[in-house]
């Protein structure tokens, strides 16, 4: 999906980069792509989500592009935290995961596009260009694929595809928000405390998050618990 059309420059007349992968050899390759573009300048690189947080405080930068898989902070992670401290940056996810969760988290953080790291030479800039004109970015084919998953969805009468919580899953995660022990919840729900525990394992891994405080925020958004 070719893209020429530039958006309207920045002050600097440029499109200024912020660059997030934990892997150095990816960072260069991603930035040797980006460099090339007389309208994209990576300004700053980081190695994880907490270290993107740092530098979009203390860099002019007016795009994010973040891998989701990092260490410390994720990039759904601090995709969530830059939406709310930076609301005029944009945000574009890079991610080896052709993955239907991982895309509707990805929207849910802020981000407006999603970007495949082996298609990254042919679609980055073209996405780097629509984020910049509030547009969104999908990789070609995935609205056709997510349009068709969610209409075989539709007609076998699943949940909708960003529901990404098991019932029991929900359960546990409004339980865990209540401030209810591992103990607690196991007795509430006739279950054992290692299970609670795994459900709260996959709770955090599947969403994102942390700790407690993450998944009570998440409840609250969710329309689980009253905040």
Do not use: W
Request: net charge negative.
């Amino acid at each position: 999906m070719p893209d020429t059309a530039m958006p309207a420059p920045t002050d600097s007349g440029t499109i200024r980069i912020l660059l997030a992968d934990d892997h150095a050899l990816v960072r260069r390759g991603v930035r040797l792509i980006l460099d090339q573009q007389p309208d994209l300048d990576v300004v700053a690189e980081a190695g994880d989500g907490a270290e993107a947080i740092e530098l979009a405080r203390t860099h002019d930068v007016d795009l994010a592009v973040l891998d989701i898989a990092m260490p410390r902070l994720t990039g759904l992670q601090a995709a969530r935290e830059l939406a709310s401290v930076r609301p005029d940056l944009r945000i574009l996810m890079l991610t080896m995961h052709d993955n239907e969760q991982y895309f509707f988290q990805a929207l849910k953080a802020g981000a407006s596009g999603y970007v495949l790291k082996s298609v990254a030479d042919r679609d980055l800039v073209a996405a780097c260009r629509a984020a910049m004109r509030d547009e969104p970015f999908l990789y070609p084919g995935a609205v056709t694929a997510l349009i068709r998953n969610y209409l075989d969805r539709a007609r076998r009468g699943q949940e909708d595809p960003d529901r990404i919580l098991t019932p029991r899953e929900e359960e546990v995660l409004k339980l865990v928000a209540e401030g209810h022990s591992s103990k607690e919840i196991a007795d509430l729900l006739f279950i054992s405390i290692k299970t609670v525990q795994r459900h709260r394992a996959n709770l955090l891994q599947k969403l994102g998050l942390r700790d407690r405080l993450d998944l009570t925020r998440y409840a609250i958004r969710a329309g689980l618990i009253e905040p």
